[in-house]
């Protein structure tokens, strides 16, 4: 464009935005842009559309409404697909494309889909490693979430001492002597996975006697090792709200079994590569999410019976990533 053709056109757009009229076209075209702005592939999600799922448990019910809040927040249009019943479903929901993403653990990514028998102690190496040989089954990860919702065993605090059992080690003493009190409370995905119940039976050399492992809804848990009813024991993931809520003592793992777990978006290579401002809206806001505040977040509606939309709305919000 010529300069006298430029200042005419400038004095064109400055008549027309002055009499309110929609100047259109008066931009710059000596670069040969595209003329317009966001998109998926410009920084912005206006458009997109993305189906969001989680697991059934609160903390990934509250980690699917951050998600689907903040991509409609972007301007995407969102399918929610939360509450998939377990581990298994979720991931074949997004190897099939039923769903786009959804919050994963680095351990449970490690050990359960890419079949690796042994965890990787250090959290960033266990990251990478996920991240790179995720690649191969087109599934991203973006940044994880500094928060480690590791599995533990649990015991009701004024039972702690009487029973004896410090570590998962003392559970060898209790089970040969006293096999009654060596009642545990487990969710039923607990009882098959390599890096649950099987694995720790295996690492530390004893098996809780077969009567004694109760399998009931993990939600139910802490509440039935506070009575100490059903269990003495239970499993329980240590963001939960409620091992502090219902005053619980965390058995010590002393030889390191359970991996670092890690949350991270587990999303569709196709899906992140087409919209690659996800990164940009997710990697923040993973970066704010420790242990505490899950622990936090987890109690709010746990024990204070607040809905996780509700819950995942306020912490956006509190944060700045809501608009």
Do not use: H
């Amino acid at each position: 464009m010529s300069k006298s053709i430029r200042k005419l056109a400038t004095l064109l757009c400055i008549a027309l935005m002055s009499g309110s009229l929609v100047a259109i076209g008066c931009g710059d075209d000596d670069e040969g842009g595209d003329g317009g702005g966001g998109g998926g592939g410009g920084g912005g999600l206006d458009g997109a559309s993305l189906k969001v799922g989680s697991k059934e448990f609160t903390e990934q019910l509250v980690l699917g409404q951050i998600t689907v809040l903040a991509l409609e927040n972007a301007g995407a249009d969102v399918k929610d697909e939360t509450g998939l019943a377990g581990s298994v479903a979720a991931r074949q929901a997004l190897e099939a494309g039923e769903i786009d993403m959804y919050w994963e653990y680095t351990g449970t990514n490690w050990l359960t889909y890419l079949k690796k028998t042994k965890p990787i102690p250090d959290a960033q190496k266990q990251y990478d490693a996920v991240k790179i040989s995720e690649k191969a089954n087109d599934i991203e990860l973006l940044d994880p979430a500094p928060a480690n919702n590791t599995y533990a065993f649990a015991v009701r605090s004024e039972a702690a001492g009487e029973l004896g059992v410090e570590t998962i080690s003392d559970f060898k003493e209790l089970v040969s002597s006293n096999p009654d009190d060596a009642t545990l409370c487990v969710g039923e995905e607990f009882t098959a996975r390599d890096d649950g119940l099987p694995g720790v039976e295996k690492t530390y050399g004893f098996e809780f006697p077969e009567d004694g492992v109760i399998k009931i809804d993990e939600g139910i848990i802490y509440t039935e090792v506070d009575k100490g009813g059903k269990c003495n024991y239970g499993e329980v993931f240590i963001t939960d709200g409620r091992i502090a809520a219902n005053d619980l003592t965390v058995i010590e793992d002393d030889k390191a079994f359970f991996p670092v777990y890690n949350p991270a978006l587990n999303m569709r290579a196709d899906a992140l590569k087409k919209y690659p401002a996800l990164a940009d809206v997710f990697n923040p806001i993973a970066a704010k999410l420790d242990s505490k505040t899950l622990q936090t977040l987890n109690a709010q509606v746990d024990v204070d019976g607040i809905p996780e939309e509700e819950v995942a709305k306020k912490w956006l919000e509190d944060n700045g990533f809501l608009k």
